[in-house]
């Protein structure tokens, strides 16, 4: 990749200049801003891309290369956090963002009411999956665009942001004209095809992290959505694969402050998937904002026994409001607000 840096006072005209010719050249420009001072990295042949006439629209402080595996999503190519915006939340700032819902979408009146009870207790963004990739195809799928209809309406009623799961390259178009982020879930973290259609929206993306994946994959992943010019991803640990059975998976918590120091993307966590046991989510909740976690997705539902989905790794509403009072002291003591 090569990286322009941009001097400090350039012209409007001059970086679009700049953006202009990378375009005809057929590259796609990633701009981005750190400490001030404005990048454009490029991708692909190094060496026909120092060959542009950069030089001839000015405005150019420097040109250099990046030799790390992690391009867009590095540290050495942007040191400021990324700020991702979904409705009026900002994930990757001070405060420490709470997604809740139910796994699944199962009718308008479950979600509004869950939705209702998370958002008086601070959650700003709703979650709740209308296509489900389910480890069994004999189980509960989803009720599709009908459950992103569903949310669409919620979000129209408590103005609460919706995070829900593509599961395919040609479910993109459909699930962006309802979604505020779109989710690309563990099973799809390395579908590649997936990840370039949803690179070329602007929509923020959450991406987990593969249950067998290591953090340079996961990293790699984001670079896929990055490269196609999106810019809104936000990682999330959701747990790994390990030997011990006990837990559905191994939360990974040194993989909050790594990934912090590897990239400038927000990291949040995920509880409900990481344990798979709705009596450990407040305590891997509370460590993981204290390790340094830029949000949290929870699963809620009014009735855990009877959902359609992960029951028994969901809280109900009223633990999760107790759950938000305890967090809110957590983010105090690491210099953040909830
Ligand atoms: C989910 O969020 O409901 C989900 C299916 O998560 P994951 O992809 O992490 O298993
Ligand atoms: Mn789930």
């Known amino acids: 990749m ?15 200049g700049i953006i202009n010719l990378i375009e005809k050249s057929g590259y796609i ?20 891309i120092l060959k542009l006439p950069f030089r001839r629209l000015g405005g150019i402080a420097a040109l250099s290369r990046t030799t790390k595996p992690f391009k867009l999503t590095g540290r050495e190519y942007k040191s400021a956090d990324t700020q991702v915006k979904a409705g009026h939340t900002v994930l990757g700032g001070r405060k420490v963002v709470v997604m809740a819902g139910p796994c699944a979408v199962e009718s308008y009146p479950q979600v509004l009411g ?40 919620v979000r129209q009623q408590t103005g609460l942001p919706v ?39 602007r ?52 993989a909050v402050p790594l990934l912090k120091q590897m ?21 891997v909740s509370k460590a993981s904002i204290a390790a340094g976690a830029d949000g949290l997705i929870i699963e809620v539902h009014t009735n855990p026994d009877k959902a359609l989905s992960d029951g028994f790794q969901s809280i109900t509403p009223i633990e999760f409001s107790r759950l938000m009072t305890d967090l809110s002291k957590i983010a105090h003591a690491v210099n953040r607000t909830i």
Do not use: W
């Open 203 to 254: 929509k923020p993306v959450l991406l987990k992290r593969g249950m067998m994946s290591t953090l340079e994959e996961l990293l790699m992943s984001a670079e896929y959505i990055l490269a196609q010019g999106n810019p809104n991803v936000i990682l999330c640990e959701r747990g790994i694969r390990t030997f011990e059975k006990y837990t559905r998976n191994t939360l990974d918590i040194s």
């Open 2 to 16: 090569i990286v322009i840096k941009l001097k400090p006072h350039i012209a409007v005209k001059q970086i679009s």
């Open 114 to 153: 869950i939705a209702r009870a998370v958002k008086k207790a601070g959650a700003t963004v709703l979650r709740g999956g209308a296509f489900k990739p389910r480890t069994s195809p004999y189980s509960f799928q989803g009720l599709k665009e009908e459950g992103l209809k569903i949310l669409a309406a």
């Open 263 to 283: 990239t400038h993307l927000p990291v949040i966590v995920d509880p409900s998937h990481a344990t798979g046991i709705r009596s450990l989510v407040a305590a």
């Open 29 to 48: 420009p990633n701009i981005s801003k750190s400490d001030g001072v404005t990048h454009i990295g490029v991708i692909g042949d190094e060496q026909a």
């Open 163 to 201: 995070v829900t799961e593509v599961i395919s390259s040609s479910g993109v178009g459909l699930v962006s004209r309802y979604a505020d982020i779109l989710q690309i879930g563990a099973r799809n973290m390395q579908n590649y095809a997936l990840l370039e259609e949803v690179g070329k929206t």
